[in-house]
């Protein structure tokens, strides 16, 4: 066995280059101004009439639908009456207005081409196409459009507001008391609510009645059924002759993991001696777990592969669990909003010290639709932010549908065509940027029924092993972001062979993964379970490990080092034919299938914890000040950088936690990326990067990396808060140097006012040189860091 070391830490070089200027935006310019001004002139006076014919709380209030093309400065427009609210798609933003601003608008629209010369920021009007109301059909969610309304007299819904300045402002009060007072004179009742800076939401008891009437008031920017959990899991009973007479407690410094589920079965053999700390956040039920659903989870999540401990009966938790109830006992969520109870939760934990949460649950009322990212994602990526913590989440099982008819006659025949549909799209909370997204391959392809009798084709799988499962959603998040991230093992299905016209059941005895039973009774310990929300903790409990090796690691090393170590299966590469990934990647933007359904792979556990001589990781932790770079010069000894050919790695993650608004498209306030470039000294590297020195040196010619060895493009990678590359070499020269560039940018115009003055990230590299049998790559790098110490120190 090879010798085994504790990870590296580098330092960034101590200069810090002002970022290159951007492109200058492009605005309209219209050829005939007084006509295209005559024509936002009508659409404004009809559009005025239609808004003022809408309810509202605050009379004198007016939300508009501004349409525009190529760019518009947001914040600027206040000039012309109307204040920024929300941009709602590419080219779409939302606006308030009085009826002081009307008359402005109409004033300036009026004088377009005519008497312009007093108008400010003429250019924004130029680049309007049309003025139109916010409408009842752009307040309907995704789900209530293709459930409808539910067929009770009296029900629930969750309704968002126009989230108008900060939490805490006076406007915001001043809505929040007239759209409650509104609420009171309609007798709709309030059931819940959260007050955020870019989340205003209710959850009300409302009837039909009372929906046309929200359906049609001016405040409201959104109407959503409540969420729907759409856990689905299959418990079956496995014997297990004897335990180890006594199982110790973690430590008591272990990792502090919190499962936010169906609670905690905690007296469960393999579990009693590790669950520290119990609450449930559903009213009128205790902690413990009646679905069962939190018990399997838990059990993943302490022990990781249950199959490989079960062989060897051998049970060392490493971690303390903390047990927070948030579903019920059918598996669904609080009456109260999923919403403010994950708030409440995780601050309750916070206080206890835990680092990770694990949420293997999703809104199957809300998948992602391509544009902004709300409700349950919205809030984790706030609580990330916040707390430093990490969240590992699922995305969500697909289960068949309708409308598309999926699958029309068999899971088996129509795999893997249909994980790409938009009837497939992860769901809430798996979008958020600031957490893990796992989603799920197949460990096994055969049934319980198949072990028994190998002879028979009683059931075949739709997936083979280490092929995404059949249930598992596909990304990418906003703005193009990969999602999600990591997969790791949570099941299979397997379809009915003998009936015809069955194909499209589901198997009771389906390939899954063993976890715990959490009905347990004398020898029955264990159950197979399959389902996205399984294959979650399995990345809990790595990342557990972690930080049992690396104590004061952030959240966002702890996302870094686990993407870093990610590789793509065979298996998922061939899972989509070349025509079907050729087809895919020209109607994508040059995406990959496997990419968009297993994000950057499946996590390799080999030096995941430790170096070794061959595959050192390099680890860093700071932060940086917008329109910045910064410079790490990787310490590669000669022996790596030598002419003769053998196959050599570098693999480069970057981790931050962005603050993040609803009501942009953007959704990040800033942008973090890396790159990584190799030249002969950092000057001529920061000559190419600083905006004042560009004349001396405009590009690095030849001496940029090659791209043509790289697994994920920078443009691609950078979408996201965690991002990672790799890149192959055959051969290299000791005459360049190799450097990791880190940028930050922030978004123009609101970006700088969440973010920080210096915003925290973690950059991780893995160097490996397997193929040299005499490497010493540890040792070589361990003597150049402190070189670079020692010569940081002179200077």
């Not at 949570?490 to 993964?513: C, H, L, T, Y």
């Not at 990040?668 to 004042?692: M, P, Y």
Request: with cysteine.
């Amino acid at each position: 066995m090879a010798q085994e070391f504790e990870h590296l830490r580098i330092e960034k070089e101590p200069i810090n280059n002002p970022r290159r200027s951007g492109r200058p935006p492009r605005f309209k310019n219209r050829s005939d101004l007084v006509g295209h001004g005559q024509k936002l002139s009508g659409a404004l006076a009809s559009t005025t009439q239609a808004v003022k014919q809408q309810l509202t709380s605050r009379p004198g209030h007016y939300v508009l639908k501004l349409k525009y093309e190529d760019t518009l400065s947001f914040n600027e427009l206040v000039a012309h009456g109307v204040e920024f609210v929300s941009q709602e798609d590419i080219h779409i933003c939302v606006v308030f207005t009085t009826e002081q601003g009307l008359a402005t608008f109409s004033d300036h629209l009026a004088w377009l081409g005519l008497d312009d010369k007093d108008i400010t920021r003429k250019q924004l009007l130029e680049a309007l196409t049309s003025i139109e109301a916010w409408n009842a059909e752009d307040r309907k969610s995704w789900a209530l459009k293709q459930y409808g309304l539910p067929q009770d007299e009296i029900f629930t819904l969750d309704v968002e507001l126009w989230p108008s300045d900060l939490s805490a402002s006076p406007q915001r009060k001043e809505l929040v008391d007239a759209f409650e007072q509104w609420l009171v004179s309609n007798n709709i009742e309030r059931k819940d609510k959260v007050n955020l800076d870019s989340l205003l939401m209710y959850r009300l008891m409302v009837d039909r009645n009372g929906v046309g009437k929200l359906l049609n008031h001016s405040d409201v920017r959104f109407i959503d059924l409540p969420p729907l959990s759409g856990i689905d899991y299959q418990t079956i009973n496995r014997d297990i002759s004897s335990l180890p007479a006594d199982i110790q407690p973690p430590h008591k410094d272990a990792p502090r993991i919190c499962i936010l589920d169906s609670g905690i079965n905690t007296n469960h053999p393999l579990l009693k001696n590790a669950v520290a700390e119990s609450a449930s956040f559903v009213e009128g039920e205790d902690e413990f777990d009646a679905a069962g659903h939190g018990t399997q989870v838990a059990g993943i999540a302490l022990y990781g592969n249950l199959e490989e401990c079960n062989r060897s009966n051998y049970w060392v938790p490493e971690a303390w669990l903390f047990n927070g109830k948030i579903l019920n006992k059918h598996c669904e969520f609080n009456a109260q909003s999923i919403e403010s109870t994950l708030v409440k939760a995780v601050e309750y934990f916070v206080g206890f010290g835990c680092r990770i949460f694990n949420l293997s649950i999703g809104n199957e009322n809300s998948p992602y639709d391509g544009k902004h990212i709300r409700g349950i994602a919205y809030i984790l990526d706030l609580l990330a932010r916040k707390h430093d913590i990490l969240f590992v989440v699922s995305v969500g099982n697909f289960r068949g549908c309708d409308e598309p008819p999926v699958p029309a006659e068999s899971w088996r025949e129509e795999y893997p065509g249909y994980l790409l549909g938009d009837h497939n799209r992860i769901i809430d909370p798996a979008p958020a940027l600031n957490v893990l997204t796992v989603g799920s391959l197949a460990l096994h392809d055969a049934t319980r029924g198949d072990l028994q009798r190998p002879e028979d084709i009683d059931h075949l799988a739709a997936a083979k092993a280490n092929q995404p499962s059949p249930f598992t959603r596909h990304g990418p998040t906003v703005k193009g972001a990969i999602k999600p991230e990591l997969v790791a093992y949570g099941g299979n299905f397997a379809s009915p062979m003998r009936f015809e016209g069955k194909q499209w059941q589901v198997e009771d005895g389906e390939p899954g993964i063993l976890s715990l039973n959490p009905n347990f009774v004398g020898n029955t310990l264990f159950s197979v379970c399959h389902g996205t929300s399984f294959s979650a903790p399995y990345i809990t409990h790595l990342a557990g490990r972690l930080l049992v090796n690396y104590p004061d690691a952030s959240a966002n090393l702890l996302r870094a080092i686990l993407v870093n170590h990610a590789d793509m299966p065979d298996e998922c590469l061939s899972t989509f034919s070349d025509e079907v990934k050729k087809a895919y990647s020209k109607a994508n933007g040059r995406r990959d299938p496997q990419t968009e359904v297993a994000g950057y792979g499946l996590v390799n556990e080999e030096n995941l914890y430790r170096s070794d001589e061959s595959a050192v990781l390099l680890m860093a932790e700071d932060s940086i000040s917008n329109d910045s770079y910064q410079f790490y010069e990787l310490p590669l000894p000669e022996e790596f950088l030598r002419r003769k050919k053998s196959a050599r790695e570098l693999r480069v993650s970057l981790s931050y936690s962005p603050a993040v608004r609803t009501t942009r498209l953007d959704y990040r306030a800033t942008k973090i990326v890396f790159n990584l470039v190799k030249g002969r000294s950092l000057d001529e590297v920061q000559k190419h990067f600083h905006k004042e020195l560009q004349k001396d040196k405009d590009r690095l010619s030849d001496t940029v990396s090659s791209k043509a060895n790289r697994t994920i493009s920078s443009e691609l990678r950078s979408k996201g808060s965690v991002q990672c590359s790799k890149w192959n070499f055959k051969k290299l020269s000791p005459d360049f140097k190799w450097f990791v560039v880190v940028t930050r940018q922030d978004a123009a115009g609101w970006g700088g006012s969440l973010s920080a003055e210096l915003e925290k990230y973690a950059l991780v590299v893995t160097v490996t040189d397997r193929e040299n049998e005499e490497a010493r790559l540890y040792s070589q790098i361990s003597q150049k860091i402190e070189q670079q110490v020692q010569a940081r120190a002179k200077v």
